[in-house]
């Protein structure tokens, strides 16, 4: 008798694993959905904007530079996407909750938000500031923290909602003159996890999403320091190539349907799958690996200022331009041409 009812026990909890896995898969409809993306104003903000409009989702976007903002609403407006547009600096959590009740009000609810503003500052650790790894942390995790406090009350009340974490592959192997970067996004990415454990019974999903190396012209916007010129040279390439980053656009449409199936984490491009799988499997060999990558980067300098990707970009020229040129191509398309 115990046995039949252990066995009956398994069959039903069997059963029950299977529709739930099931569900998982089933694709949600977007369409009508309100989607709240930071750092909608450029590269993969802006990719993601166009991806979710073109899944019949209004969109909201946010970012800091006012004139980028509007550029990238113009530019979403022309090509039939409805887009609403809000200045804001993530960093601070009143503009944030200032934001989140100016997204009520103008679309009645949010129902994603994809916390996606970054910034990049590449160059030796003994050039880095504690100033600049504050920075760092301001924007890609407190950001993120902010926005996602401000959305749950009311995603809390309707018992639903997706919250979308733009990690990155930094946020899992810290990678060489990126380590502001790398200890922001190692930060978020323990934050989007432990949400969405803890959200889930409040009907809320919570997606991390782990990209590498993306072609969308960031270089740009990005700050150099230490020898700023030969620092810049190397992101350039590595941002650029089809060898070593992935398409903006490719990469928002599996985050569009990473939230459409509800997964838990996406790790995007081959590279990145490749190194996540190797540092979990082997991560003191990564390490040594990574140790004689840095030996092929610039040197720290005695000058701990810093250089703007602009200026660094337009002093490109020969091989150099040539080798980078499908990153400005994309920066042109996604707000952040090389101006």
Request: glycine content about 10%; proline content about 3%; hydrophobic content about 45%.
């Amino acid at each position: 008798m115990r046995i039949s009812l252990l066995a009956g026990a398994g069959l039903v909890a069997g059963a029950a694993a299977a529709y739930l896995l099931r569900a998982r898969d089933r694709p949600e409809d977007l369409r009508g959905r309100v989607v709240l993306i930071t750092g909608g104003s450029r590269g993969l903000g802006l990719a993601l904007a166009r991806e979710f409009g073109r899944r019949g989702c209004e969109i909201s976007l946010c970012a800091r530079s006012r004139d980028q903002l509007w550029r990238a609403q113009a530019m979403l407006t022309e090509e039939g996407f409805t887009a609403s547009a809000f200045p804001c600096d993530v960093s601070s959590a009143v503009e944030v909750e200032e934001l989140v009740r100016s997204v009520h009000e103008r679309h009645g609810r949010v129902d994603i938000v994809v916390n996606n503003a970054g910034e990049i500052l590449v160059g030796p650790v003994e050039n880095m500031t504690e100033a600049d790894f504050r920075r760092a942390m301001d924007t890609m995790f407190w950001g993120p923290l902010h926005m996602t406090m401000a959305a749950l009350p009311e995603m809390r009340r309707r018992g639903s909602g997706n919250i979308v974490n733009i990690a990155s592959i930094g946020g899992k192997v810290a990678i060489p003159h990126l380590i502001p970067y790398c200890c922001a996004k190692f930060a978020l990415t323990a934050l989007s996890e432990g949400m969405r454990t803890e959200l889930a019974r409040d009907g809320i999903r919570v997606t991390t999403i782990a990209p590498g190396l993306l072609r969308t012209g960031s270089d740009v916007n990005a700050r150099f320091k230490g020898n700023a010129e030969q620092e810049a040279a190397w992101f350039s390439m590595a941002a650029s190539t089809l060898v070593t980053s992935m398409s903006a656009e490719l990469a928002a449409a599996r985050i569009a349907d990473a939230v459409e199936r509800g997964e838990s984490e996406v790790v995007l491009s081959p590279q990145a799958k490749v190194l996540t799988r190797l540092n979990g499997a082997f991560p003191g060999a990564i390490s040594d690996v990574l140790t004689w990558v840095n030996r092929l980067l610039p040197e720290a300098t005695k000058d701990n200022g810093e250089a703007a990707g602009i200026d660094m970009i337009r002093q490109q020229s020969g091989v150099l331009r040539f080798l980078t040129a499908s990153g400005r191509k994309a920066g042109e398309q996604l707000n952040q041409a090389a101006v």
